[in-house]
């Protein structure tokens, strides 16, 4: 556990270090400090209002405890955020039929957990109640704020290094851009590029430790691993049109929602399918 927090660390680290080295770049010592304040002005706004943003985005309706129709859901919500310690976080269904689910919020007092109806048509109780303990695990260890701070100055070092390159740089006693056109070139091509594999090193870490954080709260290890493989049996064959539009939100699924994207190499957002649920089957032998 210490070494996935850790490394996410360093990765959060890198990539904000990586936002100030393309303010550097473009605009010199005034470049830099520019970057840095537009990053902290990002998370500023990622950390208040991203949860609201997305579930809007995925047309989420919240589910109360009065809803007779996802009761079921919504009481094993709240006996699994119980069996975690956890604040009742906000409960909502997407209408998608692409199996899947996610955690967003700032902090466990401000959480919601979504899930779509297609997975809840696939996946039998006790594996969905495997996925929920998932995304509560993600809660807890406050991954929804990482996913979307690492996500938010990513996609700002891709829009920086594009202004920079035609707006920004240093001058020169005369008044002229000072900015070498070769370097701002592979600036603006390989900052974005980078910010991206940070960005998915992150993601990768995170889902290791939510699987095993999901199977600490539903003391079911095998039910999550079972879940994993439907999902991703299911979710690459079904498109989801929103994620298709909006690919920074899929980090944020218990499964990668892209169809056509579904390699697992150093360019996923995800680990392989095969390997969470290795990992999983060994956890088992433990309850």
Do not use: C
Request: glycine share 8%; hydrophobic share 45%.
């Amino acid at each position: 556990m210490l070494g996935n927090w850790l490394k996410t660390t360093i990765l959060m680290a890198a990539i904000v270090a990586l936002f100030g080295v393309v303010g550097a770049a473009l605009g010199g010592a005034g470049g830099m400090l520019i970057a840095l304040v537009f990053a902290a002005a990002m998370n500023v706004y990622a950390y208040w209002f991203s949860d609201k943003a997305v579930l809007k985005m995925y047309g989420a309706e919240e589910v109360t405890a009065d809803n007779m129709q996802f009761r079921n859901y919504y009481q094993m919500v709240k006996s699994l955020a119980e069996n975690a310690q956890l604040p009742m976080p906000k409960v909502y269904v997407i209408n998608e039929t692409q199996p899947n689910a996610f955690a967003t919020g700032r902090n466990p007092e401000n959480a919601a957990v979504a899930a779509t109806t297609g997975i809840m048509q696939i996946l039998s109780e006790r594996e969905l109640r495997g996925v929920m303990a998932h995304e509560l695990a993600h809660v807890k260890n406050r991954d929804t704020l990482i996913s979307t701070i690492s996500a938010t100055v990513a996609g700002a070092i891709a829009s920086i290094a594009q202004f920079g390159m035609l707006f920004g740089g240093g001058r020169d006693d005369n008044g002229e851009r000072n900015v070498n056109p070769i370097l701002g070139i592979l600036v603006m091509l390989l900052a974005p590029f980078a910010a991206s594999l940070i960005q998915m090193a992150i993601s990768r870490s995170r889902e290791f430790e939510a699987d095993r954080g999901g199977a600490e709260i539903s003391r079911d290890p095998k039910a999550l691993a079972s879940a994993l493989e439907k999902i991703h049996n299911y979710a690459h064959r079904i498109p989801n049109e929103i994620a298709e539009a909006h690919p920074e939100t899929g980090q944020m699924m218990i499964i990668n929602p892209l169809s056509g994207r579904s390699f697992d190499s150093l360019f996923s957002t995800h680990p392989r399918t095969e390997e969470r649920v290795e990992k999983l089957m060994q956890l088992a032998a433990l309850y």
